[in-house]
């Protein structure tokens, strides 16, 4: 074993944790946190947050107090999640401790939840105590619409009608029903309106659970019900993958928004029609995570939070940045994009405690891969540019889609894997 | 020959043209970058733009596997590649993918 690579060990029941290789750059450093000029608050332990914290921490040379609050124990990545669908992945793969993190860059962390924002008197309130800020940035991650369909609201409900839309049981719970879905059965998508969480996730989970089927249960059938009038993402590679690697077996309909569902016979209701599903998967719509709903932060179409793209400030208080899946901006809500935003975020938080002009012209890259079976993925690449008379992100020339799916791909989305993770864990 | 090269594969590593390669080889040249305080703005210009590289290459360029490691990486290489992933790029019209994989021609 390389000597650079130092491994998580954690005893935990029945999730096997993965390891990752710990950064060799950044090597642990004792850090005065007592000392520290200034306390950011990260509201989030997901893509965002964690590179909010670190950057924070790394490009400061330790010199601010930087404390994150995540009441999950453990980081589980949405990407790759639906590998776990198709069978060639598996959970623990994709499940990861934050202690490398913590302790490389000397972050305080709070496992807990927030219970209130205070931006009047800069100050978080938790499960147990309060928390004082100097800034705060608020990376929850999406939160569900259940207003169109209350039925689903209840943890029995999404028992038995799994979303899978944020990793870990849920995606569990969804595989082990098609596993004991009989053959010949029907598994029901439903995608919500645009914009959700992962524009290309739903249809990369049709094309998982379809390599599954195909593989275990021939005679299986998918009906995508799909909100939306076409694919969102990566339209033509999905369309041809689906004819070629799994003909005959997806049945997609477009136009098609979920209004209704009856839990016990996993019957779903649409404008027009109805369809009773074996296994049923309704991913809700959504909207901005909790915390920046209490931080009343969310400013556009009662959904998402309305930033300035220099610095993620919110466009409601001052000192709240909010960055990832939570934010209305036109960019696609992937990993990479969270991430990405986090270190303008994080860099423009350094240059205004330090009463300096944040970049006025960022740029970042985002990507995006998907699989179509176990083994070949296809990406989205683009850099984001800041159109100063727009005041938004808006795509360079020069980005693109893979012209087809290949094994090379589906190595270099395990590799980005590994360098993303790599990059907000340790 | 160039036909079978997927369009448009990985495409973002020669972007940084925007910007100045020079300053961003030295950026991931010199891996303990200096503390935030008092960097130009040009510097935090390449900071971010040079940040948002590691989700392919890892933290400040210390690539954990897959893609090379750019951290410490000879600038004249670092350039002369940059240049080479141009080249490729306005061979497919100007609207193609460095950061090419050399091995994938024949694919």
Not at chain 1, 67 to 92: A, D
Not at chain 1, 134 to 143: F, N, Q, S, V, Y
Not at chain 1, 188 to 204: F, K, M, N, Q
Not at chain 1, 210 to 236: G, H, Q
Request: with cysteine; net charge neutral.
């Amino acid at each position: 074993m390389n000597k650079r690579r130092d491994f998580i060990k954690l005893g935990v029941a029945s999730v096997a944790l993965a390891t990752l290789p710990a950064c060799a750059a950044y090597s642990a450093q004792t850090y005065s946190s007592a000392k520290a000029p200034y306390r950011v608050v990260v509201i989030g332990g997901g893509y965002a947050g964690t590179a909010a914290a670190k950057y924070l921490r790394m490009w400061s040379n330790g010199g601010i107090e930087v404390m994150v609050i995540e009441p999950r124990p453990r980081f589980v990545s949405c990407p790759l999640s639906n590998l776990v669908l198709g069978g060639s992945q598996r959970i623990g793969d994709l499940t990861f401790a934050y202690d490398i993190l913590k302790a490389q860059h000397g972050i305080q962390w709070v496992e807990d939840a927030v219970s209130a924002i205070n931006p009047a008197a800069r100050k978080v309130q938790l499960t147990h105590g309060d928390l004082h800020y100097d800034k705060l940035i608020i990376a929850p991650g999406i939160d569900f619409i259940y207003d169109k369909l209350p039925m689903l609201q209840s943890a029995e409900a999404q028992q038995k009608i799994p979303h899978a839309w944020k990793a870990g049981e849920q995606t569990v719970n969804l595989r082990k029903q098609l596993e004991a879905m009989p053959d010949g059965g029907v598994f029901v998508i439903s995608i919500p309106p645009a914009p959700y969480r992962c524009p290309p996730g739903p249809y990369e989970r049709v094309c998982q659970v379809a390599s599954y089927l195909k593989n275990n249960k021939p005679a299986a059938k998918i009906i995508v019900l799909d909100a939306n009038p076409e694919i969102t993402s990566k339209k033509a590679l999905f369309t041809k993958a689906w004819a070629e690697l799994y003909s005959g077996m997806i049945d997609y309909r477009p136009n098609s928004e979920v209004v209704n569902v009856d839990i016990n016979t996993r019957t779903v209701y649409t404008e027009f029609d109805s369809v009773k599903a074996d296994v049923l998967n309704v991913i809700p719509p959504q909207r901005a995570g909790k915390p920046a709903q209490m931080a009343g932060v969310v400013n556009f179409d009662n959904r998402w939070c309305e930033v300035d793209f220099l610095t993620y400030a919110s466009t409601v208080h001052a000192d709240i940045h909010v960055i990832g899946d939570s934010i209305s901006s036109g960019l696609p809500k992937s990993a990479h994009m969270a991430t990405s935003q986090a270190k303008v975020c994080a860099n423009a938080i350094l240059a205004m405690l330090n009463n300096e002009a944040p970049d006025p012209n960022p740029v970042f890259a985002n990507t995006c891969y998907s699989f179509v079976n176990d083994n070949m993925a296809m990406h989205v690449a683009n850099v984001y540019r800041y159109d100063a008379t727009k005041k938004l992100m808006l795509p360079a020339d020069g980005g693109g889609v893979s012209d087809q799916p290949s094994e090379q791909e589906g190595k270099d989305a395990q590799y980005w894997a590994r360098n993303i993770w790599s990059d907000v864990l340790t | 020959m160039l036909s079978l090269m997927p369009k448009s594969s990985l495409n973002l590593c020669w972007l940084i043209f925007v910007s100045s390669i020079g300053v961003t080889a030295e950026v991931f040249a010199d891996t303990s970058a200096a503390s935030i305080n008092s960097q130009s703005i040009q510097v935090r210009h390449i900071q971010i733009l040079a940040a948002s590289c590691a989700a392919c290459h890892g933290s400040n360029g210390n690539s954990v596997g897959g893609t090379p490691v750019l951290a410490g990486l000879d600038q004249a290489r670092f350039v002369a590649r940059m240049l080479e992933f141009r080249a490729a790029a306005s061979s497919f019209g100007g609207d193609d993918a460095p950061c090419q994989r050399s091995d994938r021609a024949g694919n």
